[in-house]
């Protein structure tokens, strides 16, 4: 941790034995470069009708129930009264790792059985950019403008199954819930909700064990012209997994 890091952590009041320090501490390859044939952009948006299987997905392929998230984000264009999923996967109703967000309550954190609400003004305001900070036992947030800071923490409970990915813009579950899914092709694990967040994402990072696994930056092939988050730990462009919604993410 740099002392710089300490001072900003000091000024907001965050001890430094938080576990998130460690993890979320700045680092001089923030800002990797892409390679050829890709051009970065500021966010991807999901462009989302919200309706059947109309909205996007990416899959991360990411599965440790121990891993830790951070999204740089803003809730666009909010509207309707249903949970929009960020994050997640879901084990039927009672054993889970997602973050979610109703417009007219609140913002749900749920690990293993245990959902935590907190009221949206206390939240998150949408339209505002925000990173979010998420561990099997801790959901943090901080605004970029204008400060405001806070947490929601779960009794500690970890995701049993291991073997599907997380999604982002949504929530990977593996059983059917009357009324609120329904079979999604090619996405080699399972099936989202229907009800897609429209998220604006800036990056993503997920570490497993405290090591980096994933760091995404939004982009676009230029071969064609195909929007998407360029992994640059693995190295490979990750794009909608609902290849059959006929609609794409948006970019800047």
């Known amino acids: 941790m740099t002392d710089m890091f300490g ?10 034995d938080d576990p998130f320090c460690r993890l979320f501490a700045p680092s001089s390859s923030d800002k990797p470069v892409l ?23 990416i899959n991360t392929g990411v599965t440790d ?20 999923f960020l994050f997640g996967k879901e084990y039927r109703s009672y054993n889970a790792y997602r973050i979610g967000y109703n417009p007219s309550s609140d ?43 806070g947490y929601i923490e779960n009794s500690p409970s ?3 199954n ?25 996405t080699g ?11 604006r994402l800036y990056s993503a990072k997920f570490w497993v ?3 980096l696994v994933r760091h995404f930056i939004p982009c676009v092939r230029a071969a064609d012209n195909k929007p998407g988050l360029w992994d640059a730990v693995g190295n490979a462009f990750y794009t909608n997994a609902m290849t059959s919604s006929g609609n794409d993410f948006l970019t800047d």
């Open 35 to 57: 390679p050829a044939g890709y051009t970065a952009r500021n966010y991807i948006e999901s462009n989302v009708n919200r309706q059947k299987n109309w909205g996007q997905v």
């Open 162 to 186: 291991s073997t599907m990915p997380y999604a982002l813009f949504n929530v990977f579950v593996n059983e059917y819930y009357s009324g609120s899914q329904q079979s999604v092709p090619n």
């Open 107 to 149: 913002v749900s954190f749920k690990t293993g059985g245990t959902v935590s609400n907190t009221v949206v003004g206390t939240v998150l305001s949408p339209e505002e950019r925000y990173t979010l900070r998420i561990t099997p036992t801790k959901l943090s947030w901080e605004k970029h403008e204008g400060g405001g800071t």
């Open 158 to 160: 970890q995701y049993s």
């Open 7 to 16: 001072i900003m952590l000091a000024k907001k009041n965050i001890p430094p």
């Open 209 to 211: 064990n405290d090591e």
């Open 189 to 199: 694990c399972a099936i989202p909700y229907m009800t897609y967040s429209h998220m």
């Open 65 to 84: 129930a121990k891993t830790v998230v951070e999204l740089d984000m803003i809730l666009w264009n909010i509207s309707g009264g249903s949970d929009q």
